[in-house]
């Protein structure tokens, strides 16, 4: 009996140590009619800076083209086709799962943190990790990140299951 309540102990301690995740604010009004009070919360998108924040940043949709790019993994290996683009400020990629999944982007070293917070702010919904999109898992699933508001600049990238294997590409911005 003491060896369960050791290990249920330890299996919290492990549990509580992987809750570490910021849960974002809540922003909660609350509206009165007549008796009824009703009341609205509303959550900040997974990703987005919070409001208020030093140095938020404000998603920039995109004005210009969308680019296509196919995530694959199949008898040639893992890969991007086209693995490497060239783009204009202002354009879009959308990374579409052909095979071979579960795929993601994931910004590579990203230094200059007003770069960084833009990229991030133009990364919608749920982030697998920071400067990296959720995975993609069915295919014809497709993810999509614009480029509005990003400096020019050349963008290296990777699919973070298939990194080892060389699933790898570049966007540049003129």
Not at 32 to 50: R, W
Not at 136 to 162: I, Q, R, W
């Amino acid at each position: 009996m003491r060896f369960y309540g050791i290990a249920v102990l330890a299996g919290a301690a492990v549990l509580g140590a992987c809750g570490g995740e910021k849960q974002p604010v809540a922003d909660t009004t609350a509206t009165t009619t007549g008796a009824a009070t009703t009341t609205a919360t509303t959550t900040p998108e997974a990703g987005a800076p919070a409001a208020g924040a030093a140095g938020a940043v404000a998603a920039a949709p995109a004005t210009g083209t969308t680019h296509e790019v196919k995530m694959i993994g199949d008898a040639k290996g893992y890969r991007f086709e086209p693995a490497d683009i060239t783009i204009k400020q202002g354009d879009a990629v959308k990374w579409i799962m052909v095979s071979g999944g579960p795929h993601n982007v994931a910004f590579l070293n990203l230094t200059d943190p007003t770069t960084k917070a833009q990229i991030n702010a133009n990364m919608p919904g749920q982030h697998m990790a920071e400067d990296s999109s959720p995975l993609l898992m069915n295919p014809n699933e497709g993810y999509t990140v614009s480029f509005a508001k990003v400096p020019a600049g050349k963008y290296d990238y990777d699919c973070t299951p298939h990194a080892a294997m060389g699933m790898k590409g570049s966007i540049t911005v003129q």
